[in-house]
């Protein structure tokens, strides 16, 4: 059996409210009904349990921890942290770690590694001579040549990947397999709301990857819906950005929500009949699974773990500019009632329920037993 005095720690150099944290915040809730308080490591929390509290409108039982964070460029940061927490979670029981890499993990601990994308893999793909000389990043590329020296993860570190994307971009780069499939968990329940025909809502921090100047720009063409951007607001040069561009383009339809409470958001969701999603690549996309809970329609970009969400190929696009003629095509038929019955049977396999169930099943299975 299991001991209420198992010591468990997360690891995650920086941390924010978002997609991880979700993951853990669900995590944590699993160890706190097996009687487990487990502490969290990390250089930087931008939160709180005051703010956990208000954004997921319920508690958990955990311990932040803050370590010395050195003064190093991005992708040194990330490696660096994961070689000085070793120090610290000694003699845990179990780590969860969220760092999307295991390069500097001793191979003593026991650990689960929730893949939300590899890093690695984000590397290998970006790399070319113009990013030598950043600086900010990866100064000569040193730490990206760490990443290509590193080829397999030991055998104490179990690999879960989000998606089947995520599972087999870590494939590609790594010796070894993915063990685990464990889809991000999400509040599947349908809420029943008046939906407003012509409402679009964006959900995700306001960063230049999500493209919400793009989704800004597509609006001069939908003169008749009104777009709602909601996300947390870290990035404050490029939401101002945003901000501009409205006001450049004199449009009115346009309204940036910024910091939003769970309410907020789950309100505009209930309200909108569309949902759109223009990252690429996205590795899973927990917010467009929400879209869907919330009878939103989900318009989202071709590519990564959004395929396997949206199957419906009239459903996704290559191309911003496609968008308002999805919009304008869906309401112009008769197939959005059967869109949405689709739509919410598929993704009962994403609700939180089954994550927290699969994922104790994977703590039970790593935890040493007396």
Not at 9 to 25: E, P, S, Y
Not at 106 to 121: E, Q, V
Not at 256 to 273: G, K, N, P, V
Not at 334 to 359: C, T, V
């Amino acid at each position: 059996m299991l001991h209420l005095s198992m010591r468990v720690a997360f690891i995650q150099n920086r941390v924010q409210l978002g997609g991880r944290f979700q993951v853990t915040f669900e995590m944590t809730k699993v160890l706190n009904t097996m009687g487990i308080i487990p502490d969290f490591y990390s250089y930087r929390f931008r939160l709180s349990l005051e703010n956990v509290q208000n954004h997921y409108g319920s508690s958990i039982k955990i311990n932040f921890h803050t370590i010395p964070e050195p003064k190093l460029p991005v992708e040194w940061n990330i490696t660096q942290f994961n070689r000085q927490v070793n120090t610290y979670v000694e003699g845990y029981d179990l780590i969860i770690n969220s760092n999307n890499t295991s390069i500097g993990l001793s191979d003593r601990l026991n650990l689960i590694s929730y893949i939300h994308y590899p890093r690695k893999a984000k590397l290998m793909s970006s790399l070319s001579l113009g990013k030598l000389l950043d600086f900010n990043r990866d100064p000569f590329l040193l730490n990206a040549l760490l990443y290509r020296w590193h080829t397999s993860t030991h055998w104490g570190d179990l690999q879960v990947a989000n998606s089947k994307f995520t599972a087999e971009q870590f494939e590609e780069h790594y010796s070894n397999d993915v063990n685990t499939i464990l889809y991000p968990p999400v509040d599947t329940r349908l809420t029943v709301a008046t939906k407003m025909p012509n409402r679009i809502v964006s959900i995700g921090r306001f960063s230049p990857n999500k493209r919400q100047l793009q989704q800004i720009h597509i609006m001069a063409e939908l003169p008749s819906h009104e777009l709602y951007i909601v996300g947390s607001k870290n990035d404050v040069s490029y939401f101002n950005k945003c901000r501009q561009a409205i006001e450049d383009l004199w449009l009115n339809n346009v309204h940036l929500i910024s910091d939003a409470t769970e309410s907020e958001r789950d309100s505009l969701l209930a309200s909108s009949t569309f949902f759109i999603n223009s990252l690429r690549e996205e590795p899973f996309g927990i917010t467009t699974v929400q879209g869907i809970a919330a009878g939103c329609i989900p318009i989202v970009h071709n590519s990564g773990g959004l395929k396997e969400i949206i199957q419906d190929v009239d459903l996704r696009f290559e191309s911003e500019n496609e968008i308002p003629g999805i919009i304008r095509s869906l309401q112009n038929s008769n197939r959005i009632p059967s869109i949405k019955k689709g739509l919410q049977d598929h993704i009962k396999a994403f609700d939180s329920g089954i994550f927290r169930r699969q994922f104790k099943i994977l703590i039970e299975q790593k935890l040493p037993r007396s």
